[in-house]
């Protein structure tokens, strides 16, 4: 069946340039998460939407980073004016409450 | 401070024989547990959870068992298999759902043939 889905798998790219990544949840799920994982960290909550109601943005790092879930379903996060120290590896979760369905993820190295 | 903690970054075990993996938590208000498993190139999946009114939870050959008193958990892995190798993430969260769960920084399972 299908699970969530993250594109693109792999991004590179320069410092200062701005970046979108993209997730499709499992159908049905009304919760979506976004975690990023740092080389050799666990995993870092970063935004939460859940339905029609306004996201948690409580573990955005900075205000350069933005996400937007349209018409409850795909979602992108944004990174504007991208640094070194925003590269890890970003995940996407959608939840029925008891667990996390998670991506493969987005690889974003930043030169 | 981090509130999950996996101290151990690696274990390595030998097939057949039991894998314990420990976790422990600061936070009190955590009710709900999970375990991840992540290979290489892939986003983690669920294993298995115990929530705060159990002290232990069996699937086949993963058991998690729970101590509140001392905030920890553990994962019992028996009998290990090669094909177990990955690295494994603790989880805690509040209000029994999984979102927004804290994760700890893993620990990475070798199982040798």
């Known amino acids: 069946g299908a699970g969530v889905s993250q594109s693109p798998s792999n991004k590179v790219t320069e410092k200062g340039k701005d970046v979108e990544l993209r997730c499709d949840p499992i159908?049905?799920?009304?919760?979506l998460y976004w975690y990023r994982q740092s080389l050799g960290q666990g995993l870092e909550f970063l935004i939460y939407?859940?339905?029609?109601?306004?996201?948690?943005k409580s573990g955005l790092p900075s205000d350069r980073f933005s996400a937007e879930r349209t018409g409850g379903s795909v979602s992108t996060l944004t990174i504007q004016r991208t640094q070194q120290e925003d590269s890890a590896v970003y995940f996407c979760?959608?939840?029925?409450?008891?667990?996390?369905?998670f991506g493969n993820g987005t690889r974003l190295t930043v030169t | 401070d981090q509130q999950v903690k996996q101290n151990s970054p690696s274990l390595s075990v030998q097939e057949g024989r039991i894998s314990i993996l420990n976790c422990d938590y600061t936070?009190?208000?955590?009710?709900?547990f999970l375990w991840y498993k992540k290979y290489p190139a892939e986003g983690p999946t669920f294993l298995i959870s115990?929530?705060?009114?159990?002290d232990k939870n069996e699937d086949g050959r993963f058991t998690v068992f729970l101590n509140k008193s001392a905030k920890h958990l553990s994962l019992h892995i028996v009998p290990s298999q090669p094909g177990d190798s990955a690295v494994y993430f603790c989880?805690?969260?509040?209000?029994?759902?999984?979102?927004?769960?804290?994760f700890g920084d893993g620990t990475t399972l070798t199982v040798k043939p």
């Open positions: 979760a959608s939840s029925v409450r008891t667990d996390l369905h």
């Open positions: 989880a805690a969260s509040e209000e029994y759902d999984a979102g927004k769960s804290t």
């Open positions: 115990i929530s705060s009114i159990k």
């Open positions: 159908s049905g799920h009304t919760a």
């Open positions: 939407f859940q339905g029609n109601s306004a996201p948690d």
């Open positions: 936070n009190s208000m955590f009710d709900y």
